[in-house]
Structure formats: structure tokens, C-alpha cells
């Protein structure tokens, strides 16, 4: 059974920093695409960043226009997972953090994601 579980949401201040992380179990994600995606109240859940396997051990991320230069999506291997780095961070970036993972093999960074993590409170304030 697969289980993807986010950590280390939380709350900051405007310009401030966070690392939330996602350790998967039940399969080994390294060679399958796996992502972020984040939704605030009142929207759809929106792609934040993805890393597909590209070969030996190069990944290739991908990043929504928002936070593209302060957001870093990284593979965590030991926890068969990924961690998003976020700095400079702003008070549009509050919503609940989704870890995703594709179903199968792939290199596409935006999905299709058949795995989803419960989800993780992110909160900036101004």
C-alpha cells in the first residue's frame, strides 16, 4: 500500500523560509515522477514544482512561473521522497502543500500523479 506523509509546514513571515518534506512508502519512487501541488481556500489545486527521472541518477525539475527562483524541489532519497525548499516566501504562497507520485515510470514533471499525500498547512503572514 502506498503512503505518501508531508511535514514541516507551518507558519513564517513574509520573506521567511520553509522546507516541507514528503517521505513515501510502499514503493520506490526514485525512477517516478513526483511533485508538489498547493491549494488555498476558494481555488483548485495548482502544480507547484515536479522532478522526473531523466537517467543514471539526473532528475529534471520544473517549476510554476510563481515561484520559479525561490522555490527548490529536491529528491530525498533516504526517505524514498522529495522536499520543497522555499525562501522568500510570500503571504499568496498560504494554502495546504500536496506531495504527489506518478503510478508508474515517467518523465513527465507536471503529472499525470496517481499517489497524494494528506497534505500540509503552509501559512505566511504579512
Known amino acids: 500500500q502506498v503512503q505518501l506523509v508531508e511535514s514541516g509546514g507551518g507558519l513564517v513571515q513574509a520573506g521567511g523560509s520553509l522546507r516541507p518534506s514528503c517521505a513515501a512508502s510502499?514503493?520506490?519512487?526514485?525512477?517516478?515522477?513526483m511533485g508538489w501541488f498547493r491549494q488555498a481556500p476558494g481555488n483548485e489545486r495548482e502544480f507547484v514544482a515536479g522532478t522526473a527521472w531523466r537517467g543514471l541518477s539526473t532528475y529534471y525539475t520544473d517549476y510554476a512561473d510563481s515561484v520559479k527562483g525561490r522555490f527548490t524541489i529536491s529528491r530525498d532519497i533516504a526517505k524514498n521522497g522529495v522536499y520543497l525548499q522555499m525562501n522568500g516566501m510570500k503571504p499568496e504562497d498560504t494554502a495546504v502543500y500536496y506531495c504527489a507520485a506518478a503510478g508508474g515510470p515517467s518523465s513527465d514533471s507536471r503529472g499525470p500523479y496517481a499517489y497524494w499525500g494528506q497534505g500540509t498547512q503552509v501559512t505566511v503572514s504579512s
Open positions: 510502499g514503493r520506490t519512487f526514485s525512477r517516478y515522477a
